[in-house]
């Protein structure tokens, strides 16, 4: 296993070994950071749920309070009018069955990919190129939809998804450290109060059993879940 960095290890130095409040866990990410760029924030929460079981996946989007930081690249998979009102509502690329087989070639460079109910036949086909990137539409998390208009503006203004992995945590970023601690920690409650509305009724005992706050480069942070909602 590769050894940490020395400023890694000198950034995780200075963090205490004990759960943090959730705005000092911020506070002491922000201030420990060491990279040269802006980096992401991110929160990964362990859930005591199976995911194994189809009643127990945790799954949905949240419109974060300040966005994410990130300008997002959308592409849309429509046909007639609904092209028109895409590329009316900012999307960065348009087009049917030729968008469709142009990323079945290979094409990528989008962050987010809308698509109409009616065309969804042929971007069924495309699971294996944009399952694995986290690029497939699915109305459960409103990217596919007639309201294309919707889609793309939530989307640029800063919509998350969160999804319980294998292991039963999930991982999901709530702004860049230029946001400063306010803004994070507004993002970071709207996250973790939307994982808490997910709760399925079926998990049992404690639901989140640990949260840690962390940034592209920087150790992690353990955060208080001694509260629970």
């Known amino acids: 296993m590769a050894k940490p960095g020395k400023k890694y290890r000198a950034a995780a130095a200075k ?74 509502a900012g ?7 030729d968008l469709v087989e142009k990323i079945a070639g290979g094409f990528l460079d989008f962050d987010a990919l809308v698509a ?13 190129v944009l399952g694995p990137r986290g690029l497939m539409p699915n109305p459960k998390t409103g990217t596919v939809t007639f309201d294309v208009i919707k889609a ?15 292991t039963g945590i999930i991982h999901a970023p709530v702004g860049k450290l230029s946001f400063g601690v306010e803004k994070l920690e507004e993002n970071a409650k709207a996250l973790i109060d939307a994982v808490h509305r997910a709760k399925p009724a079926t998990a049992k005992g404690k639901y989140v059993k640990t949260m840690y706050i962390a940034s592209t480069m920087g150790p992690s942070v353990t955060v208080n879940t001694a509260v629970e909602k």
């Open 116 to 128: 109409t109910p009616d065309m969804m036949k042929g971007v069924g086909r495309l699971g294996k």
């Open 15 to 88: 963090i205490e070994d004990r759960p943090y409040e959730l705005k000092d866990a911020l506070t002491v990410v922000k201030d420990t950071a060491y990279a040269k760029f802006d980096e992401t924030v991110e929160v990964h929460m362990r859930l005591g749920v199976d995911p194994r079981h189809a009643d127990q996946m945790v799954r949905g989007t949240i419109v974060l309070p300040h966005g994410t930081g990130k300008t997002m690249r959308v592409a849309v998979i429509a046909g007639g009018e609904k092209i028109k009102e895409a590329e009316a």
């Open 152 to 166: 793309i503006k939530e989307i640029k203004a800063g919509k998350v998804e969160y999804r319980v992995d294998k």
């Open 91 to 97: 999307a960065e690329i348009v087009g049917g069955d």
